[in-house]
Every structure is written in C-alpha cells, then in structure tokens.
C-alpha cells in the first residue's frame, strides 16, 4: 500500500515495479513514470479493463505503451487474460 507521504517523491521515480499486488486499476502517478520515461512492471495483477483504463492507457505516447510491462485484464470476463496493449 503507497502512503500518502510518499506521494512527494514519487516525481522522482524512474522505475515503480507494483507486480503481483492485486491492482485493478492503473493511477494518474503510475502513468506519469511512464511519461517521464520510466518503467512501471504490472504483471500479475488483475487489472478492470474498463473504458477509463482504456482511455488513459492510450492517451500515453504510443512509444511509451510498452513501459507498463506485463498489463494484463484480470476483468470484464470478456476481456480476461487478454494484454492491455491489443485492446
């Protein structure tokens, strides 16, 4: 779990490796490590594709998309176990 605290050096983050801690969703702090050229590792979480997550995943530069590493659905049942970055 991120404490609020920590939020203050979060600008400072060139890697964020959250796997396997059961996400559903993606925040505005990890995407902004994408977008300053970093690497966010998100395998083996189950992520609720939902047209927000959609809509902010593809709002990232297209050569930044592969920095979320291992972005998997984890839901809707339509979508499960398919890679974010074909949907």
Request: charged content about 25%; hydrophobic content about 40%; some cysteine.
């Amino acid at each position: 779990l991120l404490r609020l605290d920590a939020e203050a050096a979060l600008p400072r983050l060139t890697d964020l490796d959250v796997r396997g801690n059961s996400l559903q969703t993606l925040s505005r702090v990890f995407l902004d490590v994408v977008e300053r050229g970093g690497i966010v590792e998100v395998a083996d979480n189950p992520l609720f594709c939902e047209c927000h997550l959609l809509d902010v995943y593809r709002s990232l530069r297209p050569n930044n998309r592969s920095a979320l590493t291992g972005a998997v659905c984890g839901a809707p049942s339509e979508v499960e176990g398919t890679p974010l970055r074909i949907l």
